[in-house]
């Protein structure tokens, strides 16, 4: 059983910055990749970013540039580092991985970019 947990969201003037966590409960190398998600009020869950086993990186294209994806194999976590915030960046952000077919989501954490 894949367990995620997400941490960091708070609120935050625009332009700020947030760095948010994902840790999971078994070793980070089991994954092919890791994604970051977001849900903003009434939308759609999107793609934010992911980070493979080789550190590959890619972003949807309105945060490339201000978000950055990382990955810590020791304490087998995920970091997804948000600067020059704005306010289309509010939303809850979800950690979600895929293994052996199944998708495994954490319960996410809020991210409010609000004057």
């Known amino acids: 059983q894949v367990q995620l947990v997400e941490s960091g969201g708070g609120l935050v003037q625009p332009g700020g910055s947030l760095t948010l966590s994902c840790g999971m409960s078994v070793h980070i190398s089991n994954f092919d990749v890791v994604n970051w998600y977001r849900q903003a009020p009434g939308q759609q869950r999107e793609f934010v970013a992911s980070?493979?086993?080789?550190?590959?990186?890619r972003y949807k294209e309105s945060v490339q540039g201000r978000f950055a994806v990382s990955r810590d194999t020791s304490v087998h976590m995920v970091f997804l580092r948000m600067n020059n915030l704005k306010t289309d960046d509010t939303g809850v952000y979800y950690c979600n991985v895929n293994l052996y077919g199944k998708e495994y989501w954490g319960p996410g954490t809020q991210v409010t970019v609000s004057s």
């Open positions: 980070i493979d086993t080789e550190d590959f990186s």
